[in-house]
T-cell receptor, first 116, second 110 residues
Framework: DTGVSQNPRHKITKRGQNVTFRCDPISEHNRLYWYRQTLGQGPEFLTY????????KSRLLSDRFSAERPKGSFSTLEIQRTEQGDSAMYLCASSLAGGFANYGYTFGSGTRLTVV | RKEVEQDPGPFNVPEGATVAFNCTYS??????FFWYRQDCRKEPKLLMSVYSSGNEDGRFTAQLNRASQYISLLIRDSKLSDSATYLC????????????WGAGTKLFIK
């Protein structure tokens, strides 16, 4: 297992287009998180899955954002009708149940989105 | 008050010096804290976990002061490779799952 994998690494899209990102967590990790990070800021929480259940969503996650984890393995994050303010690094992280309290997260390399 | 606040940066220190960062948190019930390191345009990577009074790993020491609700990170004998942004992380008031991140402190070793 090579850690958390995210694809694509970079995405440039025109305003108004839809984009989808994929995250493959560490295989034995049942918790999966999506965060967003803009320049000069720490990551901001977007949503959390335990297995296939989406248990928590941030108020930051507008109705243009949707995330799925259909089989409790990989996850996708879709942004519809992208806006320039969506430009950010989108980070996926995973952990074992209870693990983050002791061991923190393992992050993927992120998907850098640029909306032009 | 933000839930997690860090020392403003950047810190510019000579190689070999000792540097310390502070981070204050709001949730007095928090049990676990973390320091992450983030290199430019890379993902954050866990540096240290902090529970009880603190933790030490080589040149790095993290301490927790529950009474004053802050954690600190001390780097001794700093090296050029320590140049990075250091992010302080704590659980929030209203969630069992997410973590709240400080904005980070930039460190430049020269």
């Amino acid at each position: 297992d090579t850690g958390v994998s995210q694809n694509p690494r970079h995405k440039i899209t025109k305003r108004g287009q839809n984009v989808t990102f994929r995250c493959d967590p560490i295989s034995e990790h049942n918790r999966l998180y999506w965060y967003r990070q803009t320049l000069g800021q720490g990551p901001e929480f977007l949503t959390y899955f335990q297995n296939e259940a989406q248990l928590e969503k941030s108020r930051l996650l507008s109705d243009r954002f949707s995330a799925e984890r259909p089989k409790g393995s990989f996850s996708t994050l879709e942004i519809q009708r992208t806006e320039q303010g969506d430009s950010a690094m989108y980070l996926c992280a995973s952990s074992l149940a209870g693990g983050f309290a002791n061991y923190g997260y393992t992050f993927g390399s992120g998907t850098r989105l640029t909306v032009v | 008050r933000k839930e997690v606040e860090q020392d403003p940066g950047p810190f510019n220190v000579p190689e070999g010096a000792t540097v310390a960062f502070n981070c204050t948190y709001s949730n007095s019930a928090s049990q676990s804290f973390f320091w992450y390191r983030q290199d430019c345009r890379k993902e954050p990577k866990l540096l240290m976990s902090v529970y009880s009074s603190g933790n030490e790993d080589g040149r790095f020491t993290a301490q927790l002061n529950r009474a004053s609700q802050y954690i600190s990170l001390l780097i001794r004998d700093s090296k050029l490779s320590d140049s990075a942004t250091y992010l302080c992380v704590a659980p929030p008031l209203d969630s069992n799952y997410q973590l709240i991140w400080g904005a980070g402190t930039k460190l430049f070793i020269k």
